[in-house]
């Protein structure tokens, strides 16, 4: 009975929530601020977070200003994912359809909440220009102006910015773990070192001879 259950429950997570594809993209998000689960139905973490995140869908399922939904990534919601960058589940984002940034905060219902009344609203992007400030206002007319091969050409460049930055960090933690296990391996052996060379009969010694003074009293 357990098996049959963890089968069911395998084959139930995400189904009562609203799935995002390339199909229904922009017209469950046109005009709106986003909040989507990137997720896999076999992912421990994800069947834990959909119940909160079910809810948390229901609540926006009327809004005319934010959206909150899913993508299975294992489905048709793939194409997606990979325009996105995701990497692990669940990932959560949150924007600008067109421009996601990933959410860092808090996993629990009332964390989630909080930051979806606060933020699933109107903000500055190319489809809502007059709530940006002059700066954005000048950099959205800019990249407008640019031709479709300019614009695709330097997005390519800042995206490999950011590659080679999580490439480092990646090759830099590497480094931090080998010297970390150098470290442990140099503590441990002079630790052992140390006790083989007397230490642990200096200590016994020492326990022996205290123990017969009390005798002796």
């Not at 995701?86 to 860092?104: C, F, H, I, N, R």
């Not at 102006?145 to 800042?158: N, Y």
Request: glycine residues 8%; contains cysteine; proline residues 3%.
């Amino acid at each position: 009975m357990k098996s049959i259950a963890v089968v069911a429950a395998f084959f139930t997570v995400g189904a009562n929530a609203i799935e995002v594809t390339p199909d229904n993209f922009d017209s469950l998000t046109k005009g709106k601020t986003v909040f989507l689960k990137f997720y896999a139905p076999w992912c421990g973490h994800c069947k834990k977070l959909a119940p909160d995140w079910e809810k948390l869908e229901k609540e926006f399922e009327s809004s005319d200003i934010g959206f909150v939904g899913s993508v299975d990534c294992t489905a048709g919601g793939k194409p997606i994912c990979e325009s996105n960058g995701v990497q692990g589940y669940p990932t959560l984002k949150w924007g600008d359809p067109s421009a996601l940034e990933d959410y860092q905060g808090g996993r629990s219902l009332k964390d989630l909440t909080n930051f979806s009344k606060e933020n699933l609203k109107p903000i500055c992007s190319v489809s809502n220009i007059d709530l940006c400030d002059d700066d954005k206002k000048a950099q959205i007319t800019k990249y407008q102006a640019m031709a479709k091969d300019d614009l695709k050409t330097a997005i390519e460049e800042k995206e490999k910015e950011i590659e080679d930055a999580e490439k480092y960090f990646k090759t830099e933690v590497e480094k931090l773990q080998k010297s970390y296990e150098g470290l442990m391996e140099t503590k441990e052996s002079t630790i052992a070192e140390v006790k083989n060379s007397g230490l642990s009969l200096m200590k016994s010694v020492k326990k022996a001879g205290a123990s017969e003074g009390s005798d002796e009293l």
